[in-house]
């Protein structure tokens, strides 16, 4: 059975420095991999999909890596703000079944 | 807009009452989703459906039920039977294939 871990659990970091977010999985056999964002008491936005063959997704300040072989997916930000404060999870997608998530890294951006 | 509306918001339900809580989807997406989330334990998948009339437990699905009788809707009861319902619920959806996920604001259902 798929299981995804997210380290760490809570990073606080300076406006302004740039950080690393990470996410593993157990079976690497997976289609695809996305990232969410999610202040609290809200829904989850999706911030970067990748697919399985793959290795990277930009988007702005955020780009999303893939080593399927490695089980191991990193979301880095860069130049953080205190607005992007907020718990970001990973979520893979192996065969035919739905997500299956991390718990999350909760980010604190400091001004 | 297009997006996935879950409603209402905020929900409170009795010790032995049913709850039906709404999601629907205008982006035409085949596959719909329920997940519980809880603090310190991520999201775990309640049901999931795929094609309209047909929906598979997931994880979780001890005392909750639901319906895909449109392609638009999927709505979650959550039973008596439900011991420990007091959650927030979030619904997602996407096309077919290894597309990309999308969800709704959430329900918070507490036991009052």
């Known amino acids: 059975k798929q299981e995804v871990t997210q380290i760490p659990a809570a990073l606080s970091v300076p406006e302004g420095e740039n950080l690393v977010l990470n996410c593993s999985f157990t079976?690497?056999?997976?289609?695809?991999l996305q990232w969410f964002r999610q202040d609290p008491g809200k829904g989850l936005t999706s911030l970067l999909l990748?697919?399985?063959?793959?290795r990277e997704q930009t988007s702005g300040r955020l780009n999303a890596s893939l080593d399927k072989s490695s089980g191991r997916s990193t979301l880095y930000i860069a130049a953080s703000q205190p607005g992007d404060s907020a718990t970001y999870l990973c979520?893979?997608?192996?065969?035919?079944?739905?997500?299956?998530f991390g718990k999350g890294t909760r980010l604190s951006v400091i001004a | 807009d297009g997006g996935i509306t879950q409603s209402p918001k905020y929900l409170f339900r009795k010790e032995g009452q049913n709850v039906t809580l709404s999601c629907e989807q205008n982006?035409?997406?085949?596959?719909m989703y329920w997940y519980r989330q809880d603090p310190g334990q991520g999201l775990r998948l309640i049901y999931y459906?795929?094609?309209?009339?047909?929906?598979q437990k997931g994880d979780i699905a001890e005392g909750y039920s639901v319906s895909r009788e449109k392609k638009e809707s999927f709505p979650l009861t959550v039973t008596s039977a439900q011991k420990n319902p007091t959650a927030f619920y979030l619904c997602?959806?996407?096309?077919?294939?290894?597309?990309?996920?999308?969800f709704g604001q959430g329900t918070r259902l507490t036991v009052v």
């Open positions: 979520a893979v997608k192996t065969g035919n079944t739905p997500l299956v």
């Open positions: 079976d690497s056999a997976i289609y695809n």
């Open positions: 997602a959806s996407r096309r077919a294939g290894n597309t990309e996920a999308f």
């Open positions: 982006l035409n997406h085949d596959a």
């Open positions: 459906s795929q094609i309209v009339n047909d929906f």
């Open positions: 990748i697919q399985s063959s793959q």
